[in-house]
């Protein structure tokens, strides 16, 4: 590929992925982690974040570093070519050198430990250590990887498309939301990079998304595989629908006595009484120790200059875009929008054009000045163009317009508070965890020190987590907390020493806290006599008897629509026969339960069922079958045809990645990941 395609290229690829990219650069919250790791991260991963994390390349990344695993397996961890200590794997002709596998060990290693519930990554279990190298390992040969094919297929990119790279990212970014040097120089100074080593950060980045573009791009759907999928999902059946609710039966008359005690007897779960428990909680969480954490003022202004152009905003504008290489094709957009068609239509026709909406875009981050000076320049809702910029010919319409507004420190002061004790208070509460366990050990639950972020509770509450009154009970936490405490207290035995308990996160995501709980007093649940209960089992028995009448009288109705043409045909005088309920796959119906609508899907026309949902019988006979026409509903279409093109773009991708590992097969350096595992604090010293 020329420079010149692929300049051609970029500038499409660029509009194309330029809405992601409208979005404030915020802090890094990931826990466990100070926020100054934050800054030290944006480098590597912040920069990467459109391609590793917010983009589909950054599943298909993911992918080729589980394949890269499974082909080179652990042998080639253990089993080295070389003694050589300053490289940790060959790729091709590229390097993962020991320093490179220490600073993302490093990065990661926090994180982990989170997740793995210890304090520290000093403190990360000798049997998780290898796994956490292989892994990171793997990230950084997977990546050499997307780079050492790029440079078989000889994709470059252009120094003008990193430096308008640079100049989008609004970190970089002055008051005014322009370029500023000195901040790019301040940057570059804090991490430790020279000019040269951040360009071929960002050089890499470009290479692999210019490289993964044509092949993603390339994925098609046949306009017969949607119209088949359109039509599975947009099949309907039309019904008829008759509900015998159970209270609208004619209320029996009150039994012998000997009946109500039979049915007090045999339903005895009616009106037992619940089992309450008294306990006292304890709760330690990132929510309750973020509340005492202490943040200076001093840090508080650092984070809000960072953040400058988050809180200094310049006029935004929302726009609708299509980008042409000739004026004719353009023109011939710009007639069609003029002429009162709207954006799926214009955005339909503009087949083989670069189409994109730019939500909120500040005039620095449009690729070209003149496309900037136009945007900055139309009236709201006005179609303006063609114009001639540098990535070709430009149609336009500005649907939003924000005017320019500054949030003072003052005003930002909370929000920036949050923003710090999100990312500290997790890292906090695992120091104050260890506190926590031996202030337990070594008393009761009332003597916690206030200042390790813990918040008590106590009170009776049944198995349900409900006070007496009805009400949730109030306990500190997160709802996956409030349950596991629950559940311990209604597995805990009364006065059982209180013992300390985490309370895992969702895969990858940190923990969500601990608590500790002491039971002090259990009333159990018991059957009161009848007598006490008599007006509750007479009715009950009542409720029991309607809906048993309602059954009976919709079985009869069922086997009458099944002989006699449907539940039209049988329906009693005075009863509301709902007609014409539609029940596809691609809406829900209102008032059909999940469980029948998924049976309505499947019947031919002329079936009658019955089901039942929360209060009533339901007899349901399909009447029709409707296909609609594909041609009459374009977006639907669209959304059929986006949804396969997406998926089958995602397989194509995954398809080309699991050949890289052919392409350029990794040589690991045993020497050199050993030595990355010592210095990162992992190993055993052994080869420092």
Known sequence: MSGAELSAF?????????VP?????????????????????????????????????????????????????????LTGISEKGDVAAYVGSRQVTTAEL???????????????????PEQIPQMFRAGIVRDVLN?????????????????????????????????????????????????????????NRFLDIMRDELTVRAMLGPVSGAARVSRLAITRIYGWETETRVADVLRIPFASQEAPADPDEAVLRRFYSNHPWLFRTREYRHAKIVVLSPETVARVLSVSDDTLHKLYDEQSSRYHVPELRSLQMVTANDEAAAQAIATLWKGGADWAQVRDQAKGLVAVEFPDARSATLPDRALQKAVFGAALNDVTGPVKTGTGQVVFRVTKITPPHDTSFDQAKEDLRRQVTEVGAPEAMAQNARKLQDVIAGGDLDSIPTDLGAAAASGFLDAAGLTKEGEPAPMPGSEAIRKAVTAQIFAQKKGAPAVLTEVPGKPGKPSEGWFAVSVDEIEPGKLPPFDEVRIRVLAAWRDAQMQ?????????????????????????????????????RSRE?????????????NMPAGVSFMGEDSGNYIVVTVTRIVHPEAKDDIIGMNQIRDGMTGSLSDDVLEAFVRTLSDVAKPKIISRGVEIAQNQAGLGDGDHE
């Not at 970029?10 to 330029?18: I, P, R, T, V, Y």
């Not at 994709?155 to 990212?169: G, H, K, N, Y």
């Not at 009288?553 to 005088?573: C, D, N, Q, S």
């Open 548 to 584: 048993h009448e309602a059954n009976v009288k919709a079985t009869g109705l069922y086997i009458a629509a099944k002989e006699k043409g449907g539940i039209a045909a049988v329906a009693p005088a005075g009863a509301e026969v709902s007609k014409g309920v539609m029940v596809s």
């Open 102 to 120: 220490t600073t993302a060990l490093r990065q990661q290693l926090p994180g982990m430990a989170q997740r793995l519930g210890v304090p520290g």
């Open 139 to 195: 990230g950084l040969i997977g990546q050499k990887q997307l780079l050492e094919a790029a440079r078989r297929y000889g994709i470059t990119v252009p120094d003008d498309v990193i430096r308008d790279e640079i100049f989008s990212l609004p970190v970089f970014h002055g008051p005014d939301g322009r370029f500023d040097r000195s901040r790019f120089n301040s940057y570059l100074s804090q991490q430790n990079l020279t000019e």
């Open 589 to 601: 119906s209102a008032g059909i339960p999940a469980d029948l609508a998924a049976q309505i899907q």
């Open 10 to 18: 970029w500038s499409s690829a660029f509009l194309a992925h330029m």
């Open 21 to 77: 990219r409208l979005r404030p650069v915020r802090p890094d919250r990931r826990q466990g982690i100070e926020y100054s790791v934050f800054q030290a991260d944006f480098c590597m991963i912040s920069l990467l974040r459109r391609f590793v994390v917010d983009s589909w390349a950054g599943r298909i990344l993911a992918a080729v570093l589980f394949l890269a695993f499974v082909g080179w397996g652990v042998g080639d961890i």
